[in-house]
């Protein structure tokens, strides 16, 4: 399944061995390999990569390295504070800590760059990469442009591997430097991230099995997250709920469907904490096991509201009815006088029942702010604090900003949370929500 790395240099099974560690991955280890040449022969003195998190930089480069036993340092742009760090792991990863120990107290770069030079010169190319490379625009201004022809500095074989999230044009000094050569690693499809999530079974399990769950797992999770990090948590976190029916000997392997209906509901559950993660891993399985064990399917929505203001949870109410009843029963509900309303205008037939199928439907902030000022009615709202928890409640992916290009003063949202959820955030502040939703008269 794994493609093949060829380069003259390096050795067969080694190579064939990277490469079955990078699956999907083999164009860019390809052109990093011809990049980099035979081992003896000068690399380009600096590459810059790029690409989305979680995107397989580090692991590319870590494969590489540690399988065809490159000499190279590796540092994190994060750790390495200051540039006396910076120097002092490269010369110990390179020569040792005697030679990393004759660095002053605090080396400049001329000190850094004789004494490398007082060493023995390469055999072979020198690496060194730099994880989250954006961090070094902060750093001191002459280290970039210096760090990106090192090469000709140290009169060396040595090459700068950068790494980050963000493009090269951002990095560039206005003064101009020495361009690194630029390689993109575009996210992975669909296709992908099964092909590699599938790779992670269980030897227990047969392949198509794993794979089967795989696929089920992305069916759910695809359309809110393609971060293969928290894909491959998500995986392992439900791997387990996903065999139960197996071991309890009720279904056999074969009876996908059988297994897909057990799965599924609670995967849907799961995503409501895809980005939140108000719960850790383990705290999400013993939630899990707390409810089996008292057998109260409570749902993970009743553990949310605990990290939500109180004011917000008004908020993310009022953002509800909103979102589900038809502005023109507003009167109606929150007007405390409102007059006569006939009961055969306020009830239209088709209109009734239909809004929770029809799912979420844009509102003004202006709508929000008056819903909410009357369902927190006399508890005292402070006005300051509101936008700022509005968009709070955007951040936590509970609202969903719609916005139109051409309506840049009057945004609307819509409300993203389910029915469940917001009944219980609802009970946690005793606020009857079902009296207030048109549907549910
Ligand atoms: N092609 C792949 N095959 C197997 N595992 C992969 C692949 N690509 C990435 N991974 C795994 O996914 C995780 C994230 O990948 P990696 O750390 O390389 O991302 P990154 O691009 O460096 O992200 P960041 O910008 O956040 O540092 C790692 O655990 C890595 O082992
Ligand atoms: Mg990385």
């Not at 003195?45 to 340092?73: C, D, Q, T």
């Not at 490379?133 to 280290?143: G, I, K, T, Y």
Request: proline share 5%; glycine share 4%.
């Amino acid at each position: 399944m794994a493609g093949l790395l060829e380069h003259p240099g390096y050795d067969e099974e080694r190579l064939k061995r990277a490469a079955e560690q990078l699956p999907c991955r083999e164009v860019q280890a390809g052109m990093l390999l011809s990049l980099m040449g035979e081992p003896h022969q000068y690399c380009y003195p600096s590459i810059f990569i790029y690409g989305h998190r979680a995107s397989g930089k580090s692991h590319v480069i870590n494969v590489l390295m540690k399988e065809l036993e490159l000499p190279h340092a590796t540092l994190s742009c994060v750790e390495c504070v200051s540039v006396a760090l910076l120097f002092e792991q490269v010369l110990r990863s390179f020569f040792g800590c005697d030679v990393a120990s004759l660095l002053p107290r605090s080396p400049s770069l001329t000190d850094f760059v004789r004494i490398y030079r007082q060493q023995s010169p390469a055999r072979q190319t020198r690496y060194i990469v730099m994880e989250k490379a954006e961090l070094l625009r902060d750093a001191d201004a002459n280290l970039l442009p210096a760090l990106l022809r090192l090469q000709e500095l140290v009169e060396d074989n040595v090459t700068v591997i950068l790494l980050s999230e963000i493009v090269w044009d951002t990095f560039r000094p206005n003064t101009g430097c020495f361009e690194p050569l630029l390689l993109h690693f575009p996210d992975y499809s669909k296709v992908e991230l099964q092909q590699i999530l599938s790779q992670d079974r269980h030897p227990s399990f047969s392949a198509e099995l794993y794979s089967f769950y795989v696929s089920v797992l992305l069916g759910v999770f695809y359309s809110v997250c393609r971060d293969l990090r928290e894909l491959r948590h998500l995986a392992a976190l439900n791997f387990s709920k996903f065999c139960e029916p197996l071991a309890e000997g009720k279904v056999k392997e074969t009876d996908t469907h059988k297994l897909w209906k057990n799965i599924e509901p609670h995967l849907k559950k799961a995503m409501q904490t895809v980005y939140l993660r108000e719960v850790s891993s383990l705290q999400w399985e013993q939630m899990q096991q707390m409810e089996e064990e008292t057998g109260a399917l409570k749902g993970l929505s009743a553990h949310t509201h605990v990290e939500l203001p109180f004011y917000s949870k008004f908020l993310l109410i009022a953002a509800y009815l909103a979102s589900y009843n038809p502005a023109r029963t507003d009167k109606r509900f929150f007007l405390k006088h409102h007059g006569k309303i006939k009961k055969t205008n306020f009830l239209k037939k088709n209109e009734k029942t239909t809004n929770h199928l029809l799912g979420p439907k844009p509102f003004p902030l202006d709508r929000l702010l008056a819903i909410f000022y009357s369902v927190v009615d006399g508890r005292v709202a402070p006005t300051a604090s509101i936008f700022s928890q509005i968009s709070s409640l955007v951040t936590l992916q509970l609202l969903a900003q719609v916005s139109h290009d051409d309506q840049l003063d009057s945004p609307k949202y819509k409300c993203a949370v389910s029915l469940e959820f917001i009944c219980n955030i609802s009970r946690t502040v005793n606020f009857d929500i079902m009296k207030y939703l048109y549907d549910f008269l």
